[in-house]
């Protein structure tokens, strides 16, 4: 990892940032982030996972194995029992939240996400449902006391909603959109129809209060101002448009959220002329250098950013060879110390499964037996054996 000296500047910056402030280049912003996203912590077990996702704020997860493959990226050696026991217990919990995506986060994260989102779920059900006399809180209120009871599959929820709108004069859709917005409330816990958490699409919901009577209620404004300060704590010094695009929220609830936390957070610039927010008493945590890590789908270093932004660690153009815009997905990615290297995947046929690495563009292979920590990391956390490991360039 670069070390900071070497691109951190004080100029002068006048008008809203004061006299003076520091200027960060490129080497101390992804320094800043790969100290917050590698923490030392002691331990592999339950306690340590879920410290760790505290820390990561929450995962993209519509991949089922993204949440396991962010936990032993981090905290190498970490066992699958571990992280598939967090999920059975309800510690870690999967619900479709933020932008409606899915998300993985500490059941004590949770309300926060729901506050937040479900204001973007009420406007998508204004636009994509007729709602007849009903409006978006009486339906997802009726949701929840659907699914208070039991496990319901998604299927069983439209259809219960299709026809509970049909008598108040409504109508939903038969289409995917108009359904995952009946069935992706964020209310809803989800969860797959087995034990299997890293292979299984979670496709059973049920309503959050009734599997955590616990959790706390919290107000969409404070939501907020606590997320973005728990954001720029996992992912800092961010935009503010990082923050408006991970959270699904309108730049002026950004600005309000940064206002409601004060003298918390404070600006600093980049050498890229972004204006940056920073907490004003950063991480000092002890840290790892990263080395080789084996990264999940939508790993955060990548999905912690605004689509300008995603470059901290990695070129624009090697960008392009993990992000298909054309379906939003994001390639598992090989983290090389502080950049982004190679995509990787697992092959599996029969009993078999091979790892293949296909470096980004104009990068030379690594040996393969470098490796071999990373892999044993995979192995652990996904409870498997890999039989052989490939490494090749991009393939035009």
Request: with cysteine; aromatic share 6%; glycine share 8%.
């Amino acid at each position: 990892m670069h070390g900071g000296s070497l691109s951190q500047q004080t100029v002068s910056a006048p008008g809203y940032y004061g006299e003076a402030m520091t200027r960060l280049g490129p080497e101390e912003l992804a320094g800043r982030t790969l100290r917050r996203q590698f923490p030392a912590l002691p331990g592999r077990g339950p306690d340590a996972v879920l410290e760790l996702f505290d820390r990561l704020g929450p995962i993209q997860s519509q991949v089922p194995r993204a949440p396991f493959l962010a936990a032993s990226s981090r905290l190498p050696g970490v066992a699958y029992d571990t992280v598939n026991n967090l999920f059975a217990d309800h510690r870690l919990v999967k619900t479709s939240s933020l932008r409606g995506t899915a998300h993985t986060s500490t059941a004590a994260i949770f309300p926060r996400l729901d506050a937040v989102a479900r204001a973007l779920r009420s406007t998508q059900a204004r636009q994509l449902l007729d709602l007849g006399r009903a409006t978006p809180e009486e339906m997802y209120a009726e949701v929840e006391r659907f699914c208070t009871a039991n496990w319901r599959p998604r299927a069983e929820i439209v259809d219960h909603i299709r026809s509970w709108l049909v008598e108040r004069g409504g109508a939903a859709g038969t289409e995917a959109g108009p359904q995952s917005v009946i069935w992706g409330h964020s209310g809803l816990l989800r969860q797959p129809r087995d034990t299997h958490w890293e292979h299984r699409t979670d496709a059973f919901h049920r309503t959050a209060s009734a599997v955590l009577p616990e959790l706390a209620h919290c107000g969409p404004a404070d939501a907020l101002r606590d997320l973005v300060l728990a954001h720029i704590r996992s992912y800092g010094p961010v935009t503010r448009a990082d923050l408006a695009f991970f959270f699904g929220v309108r730049p002026r609830e950004v600005s309000e959220a940064v206002s409601a936390a004060g003298d918390a957070i404070e600006p600093v610039a980049g050498e890229d002329g972004q204006n940056y927010l920073e907490l004003a008493d950063p991480p000092t945590d002890d840290t790892v250098t990263p080395g080789l890590r084996l990264l999940p789908e939508f790993d955060g270093l990548l999905l912690g950013f605004a689509g300008p932004h995603r470059d901290r660690f990695c070129s624009a153009h090697e960008l392009s060879q993990i992000w298909a815009k054309v379906n939003g997905l994001f390639a598992p990615v090989l983290l090389q110390d502080d950049r982004l290297v190679a995509t990787w995947r697992t092959l599996t046929r029969g009993r078999r499964t091979d790892l293949e690495v296909t470096m980004l563009g104009g990068r030379p292979a690594l040996a393969e037996d470098r490796l071999s920590d990373p892999v044993r990391a995979v192995e652990s956390v996904l409870g498997l054996s890999i039989t052989d490991v490939r490494v090749g360039p991009l393939m035009r």
